[in-house]
């Protein structure tokens, strides 16, 4: 099942902006994660934030997240090329649960 | 060693045949998963490995069939395929318990049935 609902469905920056990418969700979660993946290639693990954490960073990647609202953000700063892919927030429900709901994801592209 | 190897990369194959995938991860991990992914769509979870045993099938056709040989390789077994099912078959692990849940993503299997 779906549970994560990205927008925008698609986002088109020139290289050096900043990227934003929000995620809602429906049910309560245990954790939010944000993948990345490449054209036709396998996820990437970007950042986890846990259900009681509000803001987390790594590196160029700052994600937030809001349970009262059911939804988190992705934002890339100083965006590059290589950024260019399908962003995805997949949410578990924790209690052993293995499994990740992905949202619909957005694809960004970075135009150098 | 943090890769998760998928073989091979492209499958073609007629709806008579009978082919396997094949997932490797020697991250110790005891959780391995199988994903498909349409075009333009996020994964959808077909198949849960937790310590060589089978935990969640999600209502996934008997035409595919989830093997898991030992902690470290996960297989699947496809038969009868319909062009439907033409996706991009990803395998991933992750550890186990605890609030380890980051999944680790093979590169996929591209497969085409015709």
């Known amino acids: 099942s779906q549970q994560g609902e990205e927008d925008p469905q698609a986002l088109s920056i020139q290289e050096g902006e900043n990227a934003t990418m929000n995620c809602s969700y429906k049910?309560?979660?245990?954790?939010l994660q944000w993948y990345r993946q490449n054209s036709g290639r396998g996820l990437v693990h970007l950042i986890l934030?846990?259900?009681?954490?509000r803001e987390k960073h790594s590196g160029r990647l700052r994600v937030t997240l809001d349970t009262s609202k059911k939804s988190s953000s992705l934002l890339i700063t100083a965006s590059r090329a290589a950024d260019t892919a399908s962003y995805f927030c997949?949410?578990?429900?924790?209690?052993?649960?293995?499994?990740?709901?992905f949202g619909k994801g957005t694809k960004l592209s970075v135009i150098p | 060693d943090t890769e998760v190897t998928q073989t091979p990369k492209h499958l073609v194959m007629g709806m008579t045949n009978k082919k396997s995938l094949k997932c490797e991860q020697h991250m110790g991990h005891r959780a391995m998963y199988w994903y498909k992914q349409k075009a333009k769509k996020p994964p959808e979870l077909m198949f849960v490995?937790?310590?060589?045993?089978?935990?969640i099938n999600e209502s996934v056709p008997s035409r595919f069939s989830p093997e898991c040989p030992n902690s470290s390789l996960l297989n699947l077994h496809l038969h009868a395929l319909q062009p439907e099912d033409s996706a991009l078959y990803l395998c991933a692990s992750s550890q186990e318990g605890g609030n380890k849940v980051e999944q680790y993503f093979g590169p996929g299997t591209r497969l085409t049935v015709t």
């Open positions: 049910t309560s979660i245990n954790n």
């Open positions: 490995y937790s310590y060589e045993k089978l935990s």
């Open positions: 934030i846990r259900s009681n954490e």
């Open positions: 997949a949410t578990d429900e924790g209690a052993g649960s293995y499994q990740l709901t």
